[in-house]
């Protein structure tokens, strides 16, 4: 059974950072690319980034280009995501998620989603 546990959210001031973990109970967890997404209060959820199964490859919403940063430690099972210069419009629930198909899958395309975990910016 697959199950993703996202962890370190809170809330903070314009400018800090933070740092999400997502902890990652899959046998082949290098067969996954791992995406990261969020739901932000009365919108529809979006894509935030989602790196390969080597870690070679990473993709950015525009959004955050430039000041998030994700990562992976297949060794853990872990996949990281990087957050510098928040803005009180990154307030939003964040979601790690593991899809099989490889490049930037189509958010329909992740089968396995974590619980989510808050984060607020404030200004």
């Known amino acids: 059974q697959v199950q993703l546990v996202e962890s370190g959210g809170g809330h903070v001031q314009a400018g800090d950072s933070l740092r999400l973990s997502c902890a990652a109970s899959i046998l082949t967890f290098t067969s996954y690319t791992m995406g990261w997404f969020r739901r932000a209060p009365g919108k529809e959820r979006e894509f935030v980034s989602c790196?390969?199964?080597?870690?070679?490859?990473?993709y950015y919403a525009d959004s955050v280009k430039g000041r998030f940063t994700i990562s992976r430690d297949n060794a853990k099972k872990m996949v990281y995501l990087q957050m510098d210069s928040l803005e009180p419009e990154d307030t939003a629930v964040y979601y790690c998620?593991?899809?099989?198909?490889?490049?930037?899958?189509?958010?329909?395309?992740?089968?396995?989603w974590g619980q989510g975990t808050q984060v607020a910016v404030s200004s």
């Open positions: 790196i390969s199964w080597s870690g070679g490859s990473t």
């Open positions: 998620a593991a899809s099989l198909l490889p490049g930037r899958p189509s958010t329909t395309s992740y089968n396995h």
